[in-house]
């Protein structure tokens, strides 16, 4: 199936809803959705959390329960994903989502089980903090969540509970956009034309920093998120 997904983001400075998921397995569209948890994020201020167990109408195997401590008994009264998806989507709205290896894992089940259960397409765009990291902490050997954590001396307990793992990655993606902005205005610094200023200094599509460069047809504002985003203004 080919999914169509929203874009990959590298960095959203404001407005964005940190999510996770804990599954039944690894596999989407076979294994299943058990807890959904997210931290909207308004400004810099968390302004509303969303957290749900989900039945997911099959025996929840052991390998999962190791791993997140879910149990078929605490998810025996728990709404159906149809249920807490729908809530979730109307949480979440059109806001970007930020997550851990959701590039590949979290947003492919919440793709799957939308179009699936909801007869929807889940299209938000997204930041990956695996990438995120992957560029601003490439000294680390390894970039799981709570490697990141350990970086930045972000208390760890509750890890591979969902909104544990949201509120662990709200701190980390806080720090690591610090870095990011640092690194970007770094890198602003040692392009062509980084003393002038663009109008509004940002790209209103991904809020990068612009830069001056010239083109086949004269001079002008690109955004530093290329070729990720392609904005581009003339004057």
Known sequence: MTREKGKRIDFCPENYVVFDLETTGL????DQIIEISGIKV???N?????????????HIPYAATRVNGITDKMVRDAPSIQ????????????LVLVGHNIHTFDTNFVYDSALLDLGRKFQNDYVDTLYLSRN???QLHQHKLTDIAAYFDIDTDGAHRAMADCHMNYLC???????YVQKLAAQKQSLPGSQEHAPDNCCPECGRPLVQ?????GTFWGCTGYPMCRY????
Do not use: H, I, Q, W
């Open 27 to 30: 596999v989407p569209g076979t």
């Open 83 to 94: 249920e807490a998806l729908a809530d979730f989507l109307k949480f979440t709205g059109d």
């Open 42 to 44: 308004l400004g810099d």
């Open 213 to 217: 460069r010239k083109g086949r047809y």
């Open 136 to 138: 601003c902490l490439p």
């Open 46 to 58: 968390v302004s509303e959390t969303f957290s749900t167990l989900v039945n997911p109408g099959m």
């Open 232 to 235: 581009t203004r003339k004057r």
């Open 173 to 179: 993606y806080v720090e690591l956009g610090k870095l």
